[in-house]
């Protein structure tokens, strides 16, 4: 399969691939935090992030959920769709954690009654700021019904991943999405489902085992996400 790079992030490489529908993302060791103030090569990390997103699409294609995944190619590379790409995060929080934390003036981790949905326009120059779903539709991000199409796509994906993390003993505190277009004009999960963007937290004793690990010193980020890739593996073959 011949490739040619396409595009470059902190964290990622894209190449092209055999057909114009589809590419090849070969997730790197370089780890960043703060908008990519702070970054560090952690050795392997890029292996177990491939690898604990491969199993995550897998399962929710399986329940009938749309991806960019196609297939696992090696430790560090997935065949993915290629896709019009949507300038929007949805943030789905179990747990109000992070910078909502932070900007709601409650405790880290506080447990609510709802699951909570937030939108942010992803623009690295902006910090990525929280909007509402008028203001993606002013901006011609998306229209209502995609919007809308999103949070019911969330909150299915986000069932699905509590459940499979839980029998493998990880909470899950909140994640991330990034959606696409595809060709016939669906949404579809794009980017990402790693501890890169993703809050896990130990079920039994509530030890981080996410990239906070990273963001606030607190070591063992590399052995924490093979953890996690492990104790899916485990679940998963079950």
Same mark, same amino acid.
């Given at each position: 399969m011949e490739k040619q790079i396409i595009f470059e992030g902190k964290e990622k490489r894209i190449y092209s691939a055999d057909g114009e529908d589809r590419i090849i993302i070969h997730y790197k060791d370089m780890t960043t935090a703060f908008g990519g103030i702070k970054? #560090? %090569?952690? &050795?392997?990390?890029?292996?177990?992030?491939?690898?604990?997103?491969?199993?995550?699409?897998? #399962? %929710?294609? &399986?329940?009938?959920?749309?991806?960019?995944?196609l297939s696992l190619l090696s430790d560090r590379e997935q065949l993915c769709l290629r896709l019009?790409?949507?300038?929007?995060?949805?943030?789905?929080?179990?747990?109000?954690a992070g910078s909502t934390a932070k900007m709601l003036g409650v405790e880290n981790g506080l447990r609510i009654p709802n699951t909570l949905l937030e939108f942010r326009y992803n623009c690295d120059e902006l910090g990525d700021p929280m909007i509402n779903e008028d203001h993606a539709v002013a901006l011609g991000i998306a229209t209502y019904?995609?919007?809308?199409?999103?949070r019911a796509i969330a909150l299915k994906t986000d069932e699905i991943l509590k459940e499979l993390y839980h029998r493998a003993g990880i909470e899950l505190i909140d994640f991330k999405l990034e959606f696409a277009r595809d060709a016939d004009?669906?949404?579809?999960?794009?980017?990402?489902?790693?501890p890169d963007n993703s809050r896990l937290w130990d079920e039994a004793d509530g030890r981080v085992l996410d990239k906070d690990r990273f963001r606030f010193d607190m070591s063992e980020v590399c052995s924490s996400y093979r953890e996690v890739m492990e104790r899916l593996e485990k679940t998963i073959k079950q």
């Open positions: 970054q #560090a %090569l952690l &050795k392997g990390k890029g292996k177990y992030s491939c690898r604990i997103s491969a199993m995550l699409f897998s #399962a %929710l294609e &399986k329940e009938g959920i749309r991806t960019h995944f019009e790409p949507i300038p929007l995060q949805l943030v789905v929080r179990n747990r109000i019904d995609e919007l809308s199409q999103m004009g669906c949404l579809r999960i794009s980017d990402e489902l790693s």
